[in-house]
């Protein structure tokens, strides 16, 4: 089930035009257990709320559809942060930073809002502080929990939070590669407001709009994701609030995200207000409160269609046997839009043992594990998750040594 927005889903304009259509798609953080499976099919739009003349619009980008978020995090829903060994520095190397800016004393309350398989909280000293995992898909994630993290198997609400610890508030709060996902983010940031100590921060991590049209990552596009969001957009709804930005860390993480820090207005941290500034200048210069920069991204990524779907065709016809590496949402977005199908790669490689014997959504591509795949001897693989590149080069050194080829299908097609 789906429904359409009438308007911006943080200012409440109605002014949408629309900037990229990828689209009917199943859902693509799906994996069916069987080609048989009943998934939502739905339209993947994007749009920009634009100025009408007031000057009120906020400018962000965002679906057209709202997708329901109990089919999208069901049982079936495939990603794990522990897996990645790349994404597991990242997620350590952020508490660091936190830790540099909060001092954390005996009792204190830390709170990680999708906590997923609980790789972020573990990196955190577990002595006499109380970590929090809350997550709808916990359960599936339960037995990586240790027993000094509590999981609370539920989507994030203040009333939530205060029936657990009544009126104690959480001195760290992060949410990463979740924020995109809300349906009323101001909403959310009220609901963290709320929960979050006067001398508390809270961290959020998120694709990067700027850095999205510039790797042509369209693949960023899919049905969870129902924002895309810039420093203006972010600034805008901390000023409603009352949240103060911090800290802005821009990342190469999931093919380019922004890790943004803020605390209450009146909170004891310094921020860095010549970052912030020059930051909001260079989205002002590069013009993203105008539809210029998605006319262009829309036609590259038309282009990479054409562009990916000849050179495999080519490939094709030299007998080249070409199997997908990664089966991974973002690898989903680009099967269904470029339509490739069991024919053009038979088998997907993947690492996560619980995706074995499933199938790609709408494209329904079998998932078998990387040594099954390596026994077929392809002589090239596909990667879907492009963006670990430096991870995967590393770790496949052997099927390189071999004379198989890695296809990396964004920003730019490469052979490896």
Known sequence: MYKEIKKCRICGNANLATILDLGSQYLTGIFPPNNNYDITSGPLELVKCMDDGGGEACGLVQLRHSYDSEEMYGENYGYRSGLNQSMVRHLQQKVQNILKKVTLSDGDVVLDIGSNDSTLLQAYPHYNIDLIGMDPTGKKFKDYYPSYIKLVPDFFSAETFKKIFGDKKAKIITSIAMFYDLESPLDFMRDIYSALDDKGVWVFEQSYLLSMLDATAYDTVCHEHLEYYGVKQIKWMCDKIGFRILD??????????????????????????????????????????TLAPYKDFEKRVKKHKTEL??????????????LGY???????????????????????????????????????IPIISE???????????????????????????????????????LPKIEVV
Not at 256 to 285: H, W
Not at 309 to 322: D, H, Q, R
Not at 382 to 396: A, G, T
Request: glycine residues 8%; aromatic residues 10%; contains cysteine.
């Open 371 to 409: 040594s099954e795949a390596k026994k077929m001897k392809p002589d090239y693989l596909l990667v879907l998750p492009w963006h670990f590149k430096e991870n995967i080069l590393f770790r496949e050194k052997e099927y390189l040594a071999e004379g198989g080829k890695f296809i990396f299908p």
């Open 326 to 364: 990664g089966a991974s949402t973002k690898g989903n977005v680009v099967l269904q839009y470029c339509g490739l199908t069991p024919d053009d790669i038979p088998f997907i490689a993947e690492v996560n043992k619980d995706k074995f014997g499933c199938y790609t959504p709408g494209t329904n």
């Open 248 to 289: 802005i860390e821009i990342n190469n993480i999931n093919g380019g995200s922004f890790s943004v820090m803020v605390c209450k207005k009146n909170a004891p941290y310094k921020d860095n207000a010549g970052q912030i500034a020059e930051l909001l200048e260079t989205e002002r210069e590069r013009g993203l409160h």
């Open 309 to 322: 779907l000849e050179f495999i065709g080519s490939l094709k016809k030299k007998n080249k046997k070409i």
